[in-house]
């Protein structure tokens, strides 16, 4: 009884101060690149959001209606350093970069709160970071629970183009060639190949 007394307060403490999520329909996702600098651009459906540092209040968005539905989190910091997030459970991570999770709700409201711990890794500066929270369908219409497998597991830095002025290497002739070329169209390949692996 206890536990779910203070479960309530926690989902009330943290969701008080969230704001709800702007979900874009996965039809009407932009799939061009934005740089993280551009406020009005959402790529994939996600939103650009900044924690500062030192700053009273944290960063915190919740989503409604997520009984019986997986939800998916995901956010990719630009340039890539830590960022801590908890949950309305009181869960907290800290994860540097991208981060992807795609789990059962627990509560028909389910809030995240994005913050910076200096101990877990934060830089000492604010952090700028794409961040896209999804509901999936109910569990009537996913019966085998399978939407979380058909995540994409796109960010927004992946719709970035090639560079401009970018040459791939060029591929080796078809035409069948002597024993001397053959070798060496051979080592360069392999060369070529032990460089990208490495």
């Known amino acids: 009884m206890l536990s779910l007394l203070l479960s309530s307060v926690l989902v009330a403490g943290c969701s008080a101060a969230c704001t709800t999520f702007p979900e874009v329909e996965e039809f009407n996702y932009d799939r061009n690149y934005s740089y993280i600098a551009s406020d009005d651009r959402r790529p994939?459906?996600?939103?650009?959001?900044?924690?500062?540092?030192?700053?009273?209040?944290?960063?915190?968005?919740?989503?409604?209606?997520?009984?019986?539905?997986?939800?998916?989190?995901?956010?990719?910091?630009?340039?890539?350093?830590?960022?801590?997030?908890e949950d309305q459970t009181g869960r907290k991570r800290c994860h540097e970069g991208r981060f992807s999770e795609c789990r059962l709700a627990s509560a028909d409201q389910m809030a995240f709160t994005f913050f910076c711990d200096v101990s877990e890794g934060c830089s000492e500066?604010?952090?700028?970071?794409?961040?896209?929270?999804?509901?999936?369908?109910?569990?009537?219409?996913?019966?085998?629970?399978?939407?979380?497998?058909?995540?994409?597991?796109?960010?927004?830095?992946?719709?970035?183009?090639?560079?401009?002025?970018?040459?791939?290497?060029?591929?080796?002739?078809?035409?069948?060639?002597?024993g001397a070329s053959a070798l060496s169209v051979s080592i360069v390949w392999i060369t070529s190949l032990l460089a990208v692996l490495l």
């Open 44 to 85: 994939l459906g996600f939103l650009k959001s900044t924690v500062i540092f030192n700053a009273d209040g944290e960063v915190c968005f919740s989503v409604d209606g997520a009984s019986d539905r997986f939800v998916e989190l995901m956010f990719e910091v630009v340039p890539s350093q830590v960022l801590c997030f």
């Open 125 to 178: 500066s604010d952090v700028t970071f794409w961040l896209r929270i999804t509901k999936g369908p109910t569990s009537a219409e996913d019966s085998e629970d399978m939407w979380c497998h058909w995540r994409t597991g796109e960010f927004p830095e992946d719709l970035a183009e090639i560079p401009l002025g970018f040459s791939p290497a060029p591929l080796p002739s078809e035409k069948p060639v002597d």
